[in-house]
């Protein structure tokens, strides 16, 4: 049977956790179809069409679907779910809010998180802070996915020719309305797409000073800024650069951890980055265990004459 990809996109295009999930969905064998539920969301399903391996892009408007709204996605996903063996959803903020509903409503176990397919019905998927990996085989007739974009290669934007169907969508739930939202804007790139990403830890002190010693260095790398929970809880960074088990996943080409000492919840947050570099005055940091590259040194005099160096 085929594999249905629900895509988080933001209505005029396509999020790239969406293109990982692809990736995924096609190791589990069959067609790739890709869910586009959203409100004036011909861009994105257009967009999806060109992604390479997929057969289908199924297009459902409504402005129920305008936000994400998880009672109404998830009322969409469950209405088309029987012509599927998989439901994948990139397990990102999206995803993670609408698949266990899905799954309850299906009566089905949910498998979290994966980061290998070995077979249709085999999956891999971290546990114990990634310090193990627990091999998990449902049987389930329909499988309810949440995949780790970081264990799976993005699909390629271009060079698909997929068709385009609009089916009448679910009705939209009369529980639940979108009443607005804050959205914090940042001119850098988003955290869990960039290519390069610069982490302060508690070290740094103050909010003031991580921001006087890790914005220069990211301006320069053009990098995303992160950081560790200890210097979100401190109230040095903000909650949505927080990089760990409880923050977000994420492997980039190159991370520079300034002043994280790499408790395990950090680590299991960055471990699989190409390139990672430490900067800590502690030799015994567990940082430096994971680190491809590391400077034992003060960051405060250390990061500055990496800026000027660079």
């Known amino acids: 049977m085929s594999s249905l990809v629900i895509a988080e ?82 397990a990102t903020a999206f995803g993670k809010n609408i698949a266990p509903r899905v799954a309850a409503k299906l009566d089905v176990s949910q498998v979290s998180d994966i980061t290998k397919v070995d077979s249709p019905d085999t999956f891999e998927r971290p546990i114990y802070a990634g310090n193990a990996i627990a091999t998990v085989q449902s049987t389930d007739a329909i499988k309810v996915i949440t995949v780790r974009t970081t264990g799976f290669d993005a699909a390629a934007t271009e060079g698909g020719s997929a068709s385009v169907e609009t089916p009448v969508a679910a009705g939209a739930s009369a529980d639940v309305h979108f009443l607005g939202s804050e959205i914090a804007r940042n001119d850098r790139p988003e955290l869990t797409a960039a290519k390069i990403i610069v982490s302060g830890g508690r070290a740094l002190g103050s909010s003031e000073k991580f921001m006087e010693i890790m914005t220069p260095l990211a301006d320069k790398l053009g990098a995303a800024m992160g950081a560790s929970r200890a210097a979100v809880d401190a109230g040095y960074a903000p909650n949505d650069w927080q990089v760990g088990q409880t923050g977000k996943i994420v492997a980039p080409q190159l991370y520079v951890a300034c002043g994280i000492s790499g408790a395990i919840q950090h680590l299991a947050g960055m471990k699989d980055s190409k390139v990672i570099v430490a900067i800590n005055k502690d030799a015994e940091a567990p940082i430096f265990s994971v680190a491809d590259y590391g400077l034992e040194a003060d960051l405060f005099v250390a990061v500055p004459d990496l800026v000027a160096a660079l």
């Open 9 to 90: 996109h933001d209505n005029s295009s396509i999020k790239p956790s969406t293109l990982n999930t692809i990736t995924a969905a096609a190791q589990c064998g069959g067609d790739v179809h890709v869910l586009v539920a959203g409100h004036n969301a011909g861009a994105a399903a257009a967009a999806a069409a060109q992604i390479a391996g997929v057969a289908k892009v199924i297009h459902v408007e409504g402005e129920g679907f305008g936000h994400g709204l998880a009672e109404n996605v998830g009322a969409q996903v469950v209405s088309m779910a029987g012509a599927y063996s998989h439901l994948l959803f990139p």
